[in-house]
């Protein structure tokens, strides 16, 4: 088991915040207290861990130790044979998709800080509503400054309402493209904003990635129903597990 300090969330959330790896079957609740309350001393802090679905014995032991489950993240890959539907007009009212430029920042921003209701962060209520939007509008606007290696807009009438970051993982065995990121402005959802900036991510990169990737929560079920519809598959499913130390102790 490994714990690492995630220093970019750290400064998200206002608190000392870290990755728990590796918990495996076994490893002792016990243990992993100790680990937990050694990082956060006396203060407060975060930790976060991920779980295949399929390891039920290092899930008991991760909620023995203090972990509590609030999400299951389902990823997806495109499969090319599936026959997806797209969009990218919205009966009379025209929508545009294009890459970002940096003067669309401070929108993708705005958009990111108050769309989101399904991220494991606005799922779990010891962070509060405030912070998790906080995460989301820095997550977004890291995305626009570099991190991503592209950002997509969709804009309707001179004003941008919705954007999708991708991010390129290369390994020697293949190279992902992965939607790191989507958002659509509260009051344009449901409206095929969100397909129109996937499709666009399925056609540009289709041709330059091996693998089309994307990640979304269970309890987002419109997401999941998305991604299913223009070609995306079930791949992989994991618990994701947070624990919160509070005054040198794990809040229950």
């Known amino acids: 088991m490994r714990v690492e300090k995630d220093e970019w969330l750290s400064n998200a959330l206002g608190m000392s915040s870290w990755k728990v790896l590796g918990m495996e079957a076994g490893t002792s609740p016990a243990e992993i207290r100790t680990s937990l309350l050694d990082r956060a001393g006396h203060g ?24 509590f489950v609030v ?14 539907v797209f969009g990218n007009s919205l009966g009379g009212n025209k929508m545009t998709i294009e890459t970002a430029s940096r003067d669309d920042t401070l929108a993708i921003e705005e958009i990111a800080g108050n769309c989101f209701t399904f991220s494991r962060f606005h799922l779990d209520p010891a962070i509060g509503l405030d912070r998790a939007n906080e995460v989301k509008r820095q997550w977004a606007r890291n ?63 289709q041709g330059r990635a091996d693998r089309l990737r994307v990640g979304t929560q269970i309890s987002n079920i419109p ?30």
């Not at 802090?45 to 991760?62: C, G, L, N, V, W």
């Not at 223009?230 to 994701?240: M, W």
Request: a neutral charge; hydrophobic letters at 45%.
């Open 71 to 84: 999400d299951v993240n389902v990823t997806f890959n495109w499969d090319k044979t599936a026959n997806g």
């Open 44 to 67: 407060t802090a975060f930790f976060s861990a991920k779980i295949p679905t399929r390891d039920a014995s290092a899930m008991t032991i991760a909620t023995r130790a203090g972990f």
């Open 143 to 205: 995305a626009c400054v570099g991190r991503a290696s592209i950002v997509y807009v969709a804009r309707q009438q001179g004003h941008v309402t919705g954007f999708l970051a991708v991010l390129e993982n290369k390994s020697s065995e293949r190279e992902d493209a992965i939607i790191d990121l989507v958002g659509v402005d509260a009051a344009h959802q449901g409206r095929g904003v969100g397909r129109a900036l996937s499709g666009m991510f399925v056609e540009q990169w």
């Open 223 to 252: 997401a999941m129903r998305l991604y299913e519809s223009i070609g995306f598959r079930v791949a992989e499913t994991s618990y994701v597990l947070h624990a919160h130390v509070k005054n040198g102790a794990l809040a229950t």
